[in-house]
């Protein structure tokens, strides 16, 4: 065994640390580890063993966590590549690949030491250090911790808190005085994986079941095959009969709720069932119930699947499509292809069919989906093709179900991945094909270090792992689309929605003229209240998008003209009415609504603007008859929400839908014959290049929704800027428009994809330290001319304070990448050598916002 070992730690370092591998463990590459580092205990993951002793003492790893490696060599790759390309410390790259934060329990525990015991003495004896305390309760507090760890070993903090009342600042004061210790006792447990299960065993017939006198019946269904050979095996003695006559009332409450749970419970909750804890402990002791550890299963979608699975018949250009990726995945080669497929094309059974043909081959497939776009229709399809052998990951499962999912598809018992942008990590083994939904989706990109795109993770992940990616979209990313028409994804088009249904009719409403005619600012306009109320007639249902929540996204002051903004953003407050409060919608700031104004006192408080809550409410009042409901991040607080709307509106129980962006991903819902945009061109008024980008598919996505059932569908676009080409090429269905377009003005401006671009921001909660840090950089930048690299600013971000820091940034182009990461890197050493702390310099490599 070598004797060293480097280890990265999740802490903002770009290096690696040496620390010494202790005798008779078993370390690989890629296993965790428990190392001290500076006061703490923390988790790593070993990147190399060797025997070059380092010139400083080293210390010793504490625990080895894993003897085979946690990461693979090909995940080990690229958590490196990811480290290099977005400029990420090492250890925070591993740490966001492993989703094991459940089995790592941090604890702080506290000792007692000889003078702590000393002073203990001398206060019992009356007149001691302790007794001349200047503040007699404090002086308790103390006595009663001191007398507390007396008389124990160790004891964990909030223990000793919760205990004795004790604040952290009397306990540092004890830690200074010596009298006691502090040790990080940080360490691993086994919990997440696993959940305690009570099991009824199948007892003996021979004296009458036990639950037979409650008229219960055991039969054994439901049981584990396991229990007779447990029972053997642990050398139970069968209980005589008379024991059965004894049992008590809280055991056969026991009994009774396992016998109609079928035999089976969690031990958490039988706890519910308000009986003493021993009660259970007799059962077992007993031979009646025995408990075992058994892996977490997770809970499947309610919805019905749409049948996407079931050998549906394709279209020439599904099967075509099909056959491609099959080819290619066949040739066991790096390949790539960009799956362009109009909405309601059936991308979907596609991707779903693609990956059963891998698993029928033995192989593993990951399909990444927008974090929206994991809807409860979409797992359903997934669990009824591929059964157990489906993991799905996404935000809202718990660390527990999150590490319990990771070791299922480590062991090969999870084989068709599904989920969101961290499911481009999942331990899998013998990966055929990496499928992306929705490509373009900023949800891919994470907006924390480390900062990656899931997308293009997962093109390196496919080229390491001799795998075929296929990024679909009908609004496909100008970067894919580029890379496609340079040859490096085969293009492969899908250019007809299924049963040959038409495209919806666009039509565009410009707003400037409805003011015109009517004379006031209308938030819906004349032509979209009819085509609803003819729907409403007509029993067809519609779908109204204003991309914007909350009432009112502005208050302001009619005497002064202030805005009101967010105490910690330079954002204005949003109006949520039925909360009756404001709200940042940045960083989750909340105040009263305003009666008066905060800088002048003056009464005239205007509300401003409409979001989708206010839309509702408009709606409601205009068709009073309607049944409506609105699905935006207000009224979708979980999965289950989501389910709960989208079921409603696929039985017909509702008749308009209105919401936010949510409502134009993915949804397949056939009654919808009408689909009107109120506001999805605000993104156009914003300062950044992807605006126009982002304007096309959002309106493409979202008139996507219309006409996919038998009848076909209208849209209605209205917007103040009718003759903006993204608004223009939408209306037309023209993605190849829009995209020459847009590549010609990305050409112009040097912006990707004919650039690399990073976004340098420089924040800190005091302004001067932002002026100060992001003018030592910028005269770094003037000094070093960096050919091939343009660098513009210091400038104030867009958004000047966010989440109390003031910030201020420098974006960088270059065509090469190489170029831009070399100065990147170099302006990296400078700023650590101006003591700029790395967490208040975010370099963020193929930004997507640059707000
Ligand atoms: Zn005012
Ligand atoms: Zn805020």
Redesign the pocket.
Known sequence: MPEFCDVALPVPLHMVLTYRVPEEAIAVVGSRVIVPFRRQRLPGVITELHDRAPKVKTKTVLQVLDETPALSEELLWLGKWISDYYLAPIGEVFRSMLPLNAEFRRAIVYRISEEGRMALHLAGSGGSSLRSHKNPEEQDIEYRALNYLAMRDEVREGTLRSATGIPPQLLAGMIRKKWIEREDASHVTDAARTRKVAVLLNRPSSGGCPLKADGGSLDGRGRPPLHDQVNVAAGVKAPEAPLQSRLNANQRLILGALTTAGGKLELKTLRELDVPRSTLATLVRGGFVELINESVPFSKSTVTPRGLGKGMEFHSAQQAALDRIRVLVDAKKFAGILLHGVTGSGKTAVYLAAMKSVLDAGRTAILLVPEIGLTPAVAADVHEIFGDEVAILHSGLSDKERAEQWHRIRRGEARAIVGTRSAVFAPVSNLALIIIDEEQDSSYKQEETPRYHARDVAVMRAKVSDAVVVLGSATPSLESYFNAKKHRYALVEMPDRVEKRPLPVVEVIDMRQEFQETGNEQVISRKVMEEIRLRLERKEQAMVLLNRRGYSPVVL??????KLECSNCAIALTHHKSRRRMECHYCGFMSPVPKH??????E??YFLGTGSEKLEELLHGYFPQARIARLDRDTVRSHADFERVLNALNAGELDLLVGTQMIAKGHDIHGVTLVGVVGADMALGLPDFRAAERTFQLLTQVAGRAGRGEIPGKVLLQTYFPDHYSVQYAAHHDFAGFYEKELRFRSWMHYPPYSSLANVMVRSTKLDETLRWSGVLGRWFERNRHEGVRVLGPAAAPIERLKRDYRYHFILKSPSRQKLNTVLRAMLVEAEKEKIPRTNVIVDVDALWLM
Do not use: E, F, L, P
């Open positions: 002051c009619r005497t002064c003209g202030k104004c905060a800088s002048c006192g003056s005239y408080v």
